[in-house]
């Protein structure tokens, strides 16, 4: 009936896209959060769960972790790198001074954010996520918008 190289053939190409279709299912995506819930309101009132550094935080949303990263302000980098060097460079400051505001920027907001109630607004000029899969949001806390408290403190670095 068949012919049994065709056979043969026909079988390896089964296994084969078999073994590729599961691989690229197993994949994860560490930019992407995995899930098909990802916040999309103008909206959230929310509970700050962590503090990743001065403009970074999480939240929870339909019990999924999220990270969040305030729109509008960049803080100092708490780690050396030439991030950090580009902000010292353009701030006229040293390494050393910039990576401690850094430092400073996180405590600040482990004190203002970390277990408090926020509101988040989406700006619909600004795309949702960035490219490593943070919400982008401006962040209300009592009342105030965080991005100008931490220039009110002098805790964001310089604008590009």
């Known amino acids: ?21 599961i691989s690229n299912s197993c ?3 560490t930019n992407q959060p995995v899930t098909t819930d990802t916040p999309t309101e103008a909206y959230l009132l929310t509970t700050v769960i962590d503090i990743s550094d ?3 935080f999480s ?9 969040v990263r305030v729109l ?7 780690s050396r790198g030439s991030r950090l060097s580009d902000q010292a460079r353009r ?10 505001l ?4 996180k405590d600040f907001a482990k004190k203002t954010l970390l277990n408090k109630k926020v509101e988040l607004l989406r ?4 795309p949702n996520l960035d490219t490593y899969g943070r919400l982008l949001r401006i962040t209300i806390v009592d009342g105030m918008r965080y991005d100008s408290l931490l220039r009110v403190n002098g805790l964001a670095a310089p604008d590009k």
Do not use: H
């Open 91 to 100: 701030a006229g400051i040293s390494e050393d001074s910039a990576l401690a």
């Open 54 to 56: 001065g403009d970074t």
């Open 59 to 67: 939240i929870y949303y339909k019990n999924q972790r999220w990270k």
């Open 123 to 126: 700006d619909f000029k600004e």
């Open 102 to 105: 850094g430092f400073m920027a």
């Open 72 to 78: 509008y302000v960049d803080c100092f980098e708490t």
């Open 27 to 29: 994949q994860e995506n």
């Open 1 to 21: 009936m068949f012919n049994p190289k065709l056979k043969q053939f026909c079988l390896y190409f089964l296994i084969m896209f078999i073994f590729l279709l």
